[in-house]
């Protein structure tokens, strides 16, 4: 932010569905429930793999951490996104655009790699269950989370900064739902190009090889599964690969779409549909893909539901 006094614009205006007046109400009751069910369905997964010990195994600790990225994910931008569907227009600080664009990157930096991670954990437990004790140890597990969290760090703090050392002469309004980082830098006069080089290679390695690399991990995974003589086995391993690449398939697909070119012709109403998709459905459907088809998870849900029903009656 180093050159922030070179710029005219001290606040901008978040425009996000003002095109549609008639709607505002609507949108605001809708996104509202989806913000409570996505901060209840995820602190409820928080919790359950907290208090169970039977849960505190890689497969739901890398659960646990997605929970945590999501929830997050879905508190940075909501509430300013309720706002402004209540408000029509709002106007946010230079200072709060800031913030808003650094930890959409982080959690979203970080859900890219988590998300890498939790493939090839299934990859290792599935394709080679003998070895999957060795292969994913504890040391393993923290090293793979730790490398989530501080690539997501690193990558939020380099594009932030980089993107507010543009200067913004005006006009400044954004015509988004939120400060990311294609519609803020539409507002720069300056020359983007290099940044834009970054922004293309950047995705190709943060969201396109980790979405290829789950792929090729979830292929390995399908053939292994075919080979299985257990039709139980073959359908609870199917269960579990199918869910996970759903909410990867939404995540990575339009997060691609929205980062690959920042500048891309989309129209902003597209844009907006876009980032919907990844910061308010993935958030949303991660708890319900993770926990209704799993059936620890449910068990743990129902032991931790008797306890509450007990407790008051001892």
């Known amino acids: 932010m180093k050159r922030q006094n070179q710029s005219s614009v001290v606040e901008f205006i978040l425009l996000g569905f003002s095109n549609f007046p008639q709607l505002q109400q609507q949108l605001f009751a809708v996104f509202l429930v989806v913000y409570l069910v996505t901060l209840v369905g995820n602190a409820i997964i928080i919790v359950i793999i907290s208090l169970d010990q039977r849960l505190h195994v890689p497969m739901y600790l890398f659960l646990q951490n997605l929970s945590v990225v999501d929830l997050s994910f879905s508190a940075v931008i909501m509430p300013e996104m309720l706002v402004v569907l209540s408000t029509e227009k709002t106007t946010v600080s230079f200072a709060g655009c800031f913030a808003q664009m650094y930890f959409i990157l982080l959690f979203g930096g970080t859900e890219c790699f988590l998300l890498g991670t939790m493939a090839y954990d299934r990859f290792s437990a599935i394709c080679y269950p003998l070895n999957y004790p060795m292969t994913m140890n504890k040391m393993v597990f923290i090293e793979l989370v730790m490398f989530s969290w501080v690539s997501g760090i690193i990558v939020a703090t380099v594009q932030t900064i980089w993107v507010f050392s543009f200067p913004f002469c005006g006009p400044n309004e954004i015509n ?139």
Not at 275 to 282: D, E
Not at 304 to 310: A, M, S
């Open 176 to 314: 988004h739902i939120s400060c990311e980082t294609p519609a803020v830098l539409e507002l720069a006069c300056a020359d983007t190009f290099l940044f834009e080089i970054y922004a293309f290679t950047g995705t190709i390695l943060i969201i396109l090889v980790p979405f290829l690399l789950i792929l090729l991990s979830y292929l390995l995974i399908l053939f292994t599964i075919l080979k299985m003589p257990s039709t139980t086995g073959r359908q609870k391993a199917f269960s579990t690969c199918a869910s996970h690449l759903t909410s990867v398939t939404l995540f990575y697909g339009t997060a691609s779409m929205t980062y690959l070119q920042p500048k891309s012709g989309y129209s902003p109403e597209t844009k907006k549909l876009m980032s919907l998709s990844y910061s308010l459905l993935t958030p949303l459907l991660n708890p319900l893909i993770y926990s209704v088809r799993n059936s620890e998870m449910k068990r743990a849900l129902m032991k931790l539901w008797q306890r509450k029903v007990v407790l008051p009656t001892v």
